[in-house]
């Protein structure tokens, strides 16, 4: 797979290169982050159901294992959605393990 003019892989893209391509930066994804409604309850297995329709969704994987500007412009929505998700349930799971004030 080709992104940005590097082999790499789909989960390292996720994991950092559609973070890096961000239009303004790492600071205009952190600003965005926070919007909408996110399930928090402590159930990692709805966690893990709704990773997977994403990835299920048609166009996930690119035609021609091919990444550039136009994938991480379709998929900018879903990835703000995804941290929201991430930083709420990181935030829910430790409120459980070190109890709330």
């Known amino acids: 797979m080709q992104a940005f003019g590097r082999g790499t892989n789909l989960h390292a ?3 950092t290169a559609v973070i890096q391509q961000w239009q ?12 909408g409604s996110v399930d928090t309850s402590l159930a990692p297995g709805r966690w893990a159901e709704a990773s997977c329709r994403v990835v299920a969704s ?5 035609a021609g294992h091919k990444i550039d ?3 991480v412009q379709q998929w900018r929505a879903t990835l ?22």
């Open 80 to 101: 703000s959605e995804r941290m929201t998700a991430a930083a709420r349930r990181l935030a829910a799971v430790l409120n459980q393990s070190l109890g709330t004030r």
């Open 58 to 62: 048609e166009g996930f994987y690119p």
């Open 69 to 71: 500007d136009g994938y």
């Open 13 to 15: 893209v996720w994991d």
């Open 24 to 35: 303004g930066g790492a600071g205009a994804l952190r600003a965005e982050i926070g919007g």
